[in-house]
Each structure stands twice: as structure tokens, then as C-alpha cells.
């Protein structure tokens, strides 16, 4: 349940011109430039795309683990947030939650910004796939995991439905597999189209689904690649699960018929990582927690952390909703925060 290329034509086209600037620049430094110039001193390491990390199942009550690490970045002349996020496997909102005050699309030549490549892990079954709808993340567990054990797990962006045709929550099972599907348009979504409609998008480049699909045991679900790179990391489905068209090629290898999983909303995300408290705030994009202060502090009581947490540094967290780990245990110095801060 993919929204079609059509019905993302402000989007697509606003990219496609900046892309093209983008790629014609490029073309003319590639045929005049022989040798490439070393970076300047003191440039942050170039860019890791984090896809597979280590972590522990949680023991009952224990909190789950803090994983990934976080990179900076310093932009480049005619680079945009997108352009960083898609290098770092990052969705849209995650680079701009964390670079609030960035333009995203002409960014400073020379600011440096926080990559958020570090996530608390969600808690879950911690078996199958995994999608967090409001970190708009999917994270794949090995199928079957036991408390205490330390596996691999592999995380990637994702998309998710609109407003008005959310994701839904609960669990599933794949049902199919199809690579380079052909898309019957739903009526539902058929009725919603700009012209010129078609009732069959043959598989191309212009297909919504991209090159691979898997279907869900829940309605006309699925997760599948996309047309628009950048609509990974926004609200722009009819409910289904997009990803990169890289990643999802990566994803359809890794995951069999019939395998498990779940949707879940977490906004907030409580994690422990050497002795110390952390929470992962973002924003609650159906609007279906009516006071996120509120959850914070529930949530908090319900692990039993309120005597190890600061509670205003919560409370801070929870305002900015920047989506990455923040050290909230009492007494915690600005050492202990896993955040970055850009600078020029």
C-alpha cells in the first residue's frame, strides 16, 4: 500500500532538480579534478553506515541496551542533510531531529552536525523484525534469542504511513516475497490519484514498491523499496514500510517466508549502558500519547528508575526530542551524554 510517484510530485520534483544541480556539478569536477585534496585538518573520520550491531537480550526487568555509536560530519560545498543521511543509512527526520537549527537543504559549507548512528534498542520479543513506528527504524533480530545472550542485530530507516493512513501496530508474519513486483493500485488508493491514473505500475523505476516487496499477514501491508530515496525517514505511505532501495535489497536476502515480527510505537526509549541511564525521545507523529511527559515519567516508574534518573534532565530530553540517547542518571556529568553538538 505504497503512495504512487504521482501523489509525491512536489516532493519528487523539488528533489530530482536539487539532485540534478547536484550530479552536474559533480560531472564538471570530475573532468576537470586529477588528484583529490587531502581533508583538512581535524575533519571528523569519514562516514560509517552502522547496519549491524551487537547487543544483549534483556533479562526481565533489565533495560535494553544502548547500541551503534555517534559520528559526526562536516558538510560539504553543496552537500544537504538528506545527501548525509542516505551516506550514514539515516532516515530524514533522524539527521534533521538531531540538527534541529540546520537548514536541510543548504546547510553551511564547513558546519559540522551530529550523525545519530546510536540507538536504544526497542523493547520487544527481541525476535524477528522489528519496526518502531515513530523512530521510523526497523531492526532485525535473529528468530529465536533467549534472555542474556549477546546476538547481532540489523537496523535500517525506514518510512511510514501519513496521518491519515497510518502504519498499523501489532504482530505479523511474512506471507510473500517478490522481487521486482508488479503493484495492483487498491481502490482506496486508485480513487486518491493524480492523473494520469493507472490501475498496474509494471515493475521500473517508477514503481512505489521498488525492486523487492514482502507482504504481511496484516491486511495489504508490506515493507518494500521506493521510487524516492527521500521519502525514507517521512510520513508518506499508504500504511506499508519503505526503505532504501540498498537496504531493502539487503533486508529480502535476510528474511525467509513466513518469518515473525511486530509493529510497535515507541517514542520513548529507556536503555543502560555501563552503569548508566539513558532515554530516546522523538516525536509522537500520530498524536496518540497525550502528554509525552507524562509517558516519560510513567514509563520511568514502571522500570523502577526514578531513583537513578535526574528528572529534569528527563524533562529536557523529552522537550527537545532530538531522537538520541541522552545520559539522564542522576548526577550524570555532560561527559556521560552520547549527543553531539554541531558546530562550525
Not at 511474512?174 to 503493484?183: G, L, N
Not at 525514507?232 to 506499508?240: A, N
Not at 540517547?325 to 555532560?334: I, Y
Amino acid at each position: 500500500m505504497a503512495v504512487p510517484s504521482v501523489g509525491m510530485r512536489v516532493l519528487g520534483c523539488a528533489t530530482r532538480v536539487r539532485v540534478a544541480a547536484v550530479a552536474a556539478a559533480l560531472s564538471v569536477a570530475a573532468c576537470t579534478a586529477r588528484r583529490v585534496a587531502p581533508p583538512p585538518a581535524g575533519a571528523p573520520p569519514a562516514l560509517e553506515k552502522i547496519t549491524a550491531v551487537r547487543t544483549y537480550v534483556p533479562r526481565g526487568t533489565q533495560l535494553p541496551g544502548v547500541v551503534g555509536r555517534m559520528q559526526r560530519h562536516r558538510i560539504r560545498a553543496k552537500e544537504t542533510l538528506l545527501d548525509v543521511a542516505r551516506d550514514a543509512g539515516l532516515g530524514f527526520n533522524e539527521l534533521k531531529d538531531a540538527n534541529r537549527d540546520v537548514d536541510e537543504w543548504i546547510p553551511p559549507a564547513g558546519l559540522e552536525v551530529a550523525v545519530p548512528t546510536q540507538w536504544i534498542v526497542p523493547r520487544s520479543s527481541y525476535r524477528g523484525l522489528v519496526v518502531n513506528i515513530p523512530e521510523m527504524r526497523l531492526y532485525l533480530f535473529p528468530s529465536k534469542t533467549n534472555p542474556g545472550e549477546v546476538v547481532t542485530v540489523r537496523t535500517w530507516a525506514i518510512g511510514i504511513g501519513t496521518d491519515e493512513t497510518p502504519s498499523p501496530v501489532g504482530r505479523f508474519h511474512i506471507t510473500a516475497k517478490d522481487d521486482h513486483p508488479t503493484w495492483y493500485v487498491p481502490d482506496s488508493i486508485y480513487r486518491t490519484m493524480d492523473p494520469p491514473k493507472r490501475r498496474v505500475v509494471p515493475p521500473g523505476p517508477d514503481n512505489p514498491l521498488g525492486d523487492y516487496r514482502m507482504r504481511l499477514s496484516k491486511g495489504l501491508y508490506s515493507i518494500h523499496g521506493t521510487d524516492i530515496a527521500w521519502s525514507v525517514g517521512r510520513l508518506t505511505t499508504h500504511g506499508c514500510i519503505r526503505l532504501y532501495p540498498e537496504d531493502i535489497s539487503e533486508l529480502f536476502r535476510l528474511v525467509p517466508r513466513g518469518a515473525i515480527g511486530e509493529l510497535i510505537y515507541e517514542p520513548i526509549k529507556f536503555g543502560e549502558s555501563d552503569g548508566h541511564i539513558y532515554v530516546e525521545v522523538h516525536d509522537d507523529p500520530y498524536r496518540r500519547i497525550p502528554s509525552l511527559q507524562r509517558e516519560a515519567l510513567k514509563l520511568a516508574r514502571k522500570a523502577q528508575l526514578t531513583d537513578r534518573i535526574d528528572i529534569e534532565r528527563l524533562r529536557q530530553a523529552v522537550r527537545e526530542k532530538r531522537g538520541i540517547p541522552v545520559a539522564v542518571t542522576r548526577r550524570a556529568t555532560a561527559q556521560d551524554d552520547v549527543t553531539a553538538v554541531h558546530s562550525r
